[in-house]
């Protein structure tokens, strides 16, 4: 076969795979896994910027396996096809008159991508999406198929909801869901000591809460999202995508006039800030999670102890000023639930996390150097699928099940087929 060439969404990461495999079933993916020669990664969306992905050896895109099936409505469980994206959920979900509990802000992602890297939502009651795992299929190094739950392949099962695809293919995900709901969005501008002040307060009175602070301006965007039983969702579809249109297409101009005229940074954050002013609007919880995102950019991401994140993120904020840092996103704060699973961010602590981005034409490495340095004092726990330079002597002392999840990955793959460079780096394997 040709090679081929993949690139990740921001296009950063590269690489040209001597094979690359669609299976259009579990059956096909198992023979793909055991005939595979070199290193297997699995691509979903490409919407991580670490390179999990990057191999010379065989990519399989998830592309043919994808669809949803109700397993059980008393239980409010369905199974989910490997490659079904997140934004492939909501309507059939809704036609079950089920939803997910909680999800990000972006819902290109496969649903078990996002399961891999632990990507999450805001919401100081709710977890990761790996948190909403019933059970899911595991296709290993040697081309079986393990059905994992807690309480067949216990071990896998814990180890595995967080995984970046480490210890195999994920097939299919069972999912727990709950009845389709509605959420109230409610978007405004607030002084920043005043939001910083009140995180717990904020955190308490809504479901889901969370901030964007341009870090140039005075006031940060507040959002929260609230269930609700008023009428009718708005606004209509049409209407939501072309607002999205616009507020993308300022964004671009944005990043733009602040990438070759950096002094007038801080005028267009405060303007950006403001000029939206406030809005509300109800609409079905799969409608109003997710902010189509087309400006292209690239991010890191640190989930810190969930006391310590107003110090944080005002030490992010000051260093961006105090070195004159040139970027034009706002940083993103939100809150998530801590959970047991080994490698997930939010292991055994109640956390919020603290994300930077930069324009996509733009290099990122002095806001990420410095940013990072900020983290890693304050304990925290980098997104997998986020730019970071820890490997695994750091993750050692920052993962009390770490030794449990090498263990776990060297049983189930001993030659290393999931594993490429960064991985390789990541889990310590020569």
């Not at 977890?127 to 079986?144: I, M, W």
């Not at 997930?344 to 490495?365: E, N």
């Not at 900020?374 to 980098?382: H, K, N, S």
Request: some cysteine; charged content about 25%; glycine content about 8%.
């Amino acid at each position: 076969m040709a090679q081929k060439s993949w690139a990740n969404w921001s296009g950063w990461v590269k690489c040209s795979p001597k094979k690359v495999e669609t299976p259009t079933s579990e059956e096909d993916l198992s023979g793909i896994v055991r005939r595979a020669r070199g290193t297997v990664r699995v691509a979903g969306s490409g919407h991580s910027f670490t390179p999990l992905v990057e191999t010379d050896g065989t990519i399989i895109k998830m592309d043919g396996l994808t669809g949803v099936e109700l397993f059980s409505f008393d239980k409010r469980q369905v199974d989910v096809a490997g490659g079904t994206t997140i934004s492939a959920l909501g309507l059939p979900l809704k036609d079950y008159d089920l939803a997910l509990a909680n999800q990000g802000d972006i819902d290109k992602q496969t649903i078990t991508g996002a399961i891999a890297t632990g990507t999450h939502g805001t919401g100081r009651a709710l977890g990761s999406l790996s948190t909403q795992l019933a059970a899911f299929r595991l296709v290993t190094a040697n081309g079986d198929v393990l059905r994992c739950t807690p309480d067949e392949n216990t071990d896998v099962f814990e180890g595995g909801r967080v995984s970046l695809g480490a210890l195999g293919v994920m097939s299919q995900v069972r999912l727990r869901c709950r009845p389709a709901y509605k959420l109230e969005e409610h978007v405004y501008p607030m002084e920043v000591g005043h939001c910083l002040n009140r995180l717990d307060a904020f955190d308490d009175a809504n479901r889901h809460f969370e901030f964007f602070w341009f870090p140039y301006a005075d006031h940060v965007i507040v959002k929260t999202l609230n269930e609700t039983q008023k009428g009718a969702p708005d606004p209509r579809p049409p209407e939501l995508r072309s607002m999205r249109s616009a507020e993308n297409k300022v964004m671009q101009l944005a990043c733009e006039a602040g990438r070759f005229i950096p002094f007038l940074r801080a005028s267009l954050q405060r303007y950006l800030t403001t000029a939206s002013g406030e809005s509300t609007r109800v609409r079905w919880s799969c409608e109003a999670f997710p902010s189509p995102r087309t400006v292209l950019f690239n991010e890191m991401e640190y989930a810190i102890p969930a006391e310590h994140g107003a110090d944080c993120v005002r030490e992010i904020a000051a260093f961006i000023r105090g070195r004159r840092i040139n970027v034009m996103f706002p940083i993103e704060f939100r809150r998530v639930a801590e959970d047991d699973i080994w490698l997930s961010p939010f292991y055994g602590r109640p956390s919020v996390t603290i994300s930077v981005h930069q324009y996509g034409k733009q290099r990122y490495k002095k806001l990420f150097d410095g940013c990072e340095a900020i983290f890693r004092a304050y304990g925290g726990r980098p997104h997998w699928g986020k730019l970071h330079s820890l490997t695994a002597a750091d993750f050692a002392e920052l993962y009390p099940r770490w030794d449990d999840f090498l263990a776990l990955r060297q049983r189930l793959d001993p030659d290393g087929k999931f594993l490429n460079p960064h991985l390789k780096s990541v889990f310590g394997v020569s």
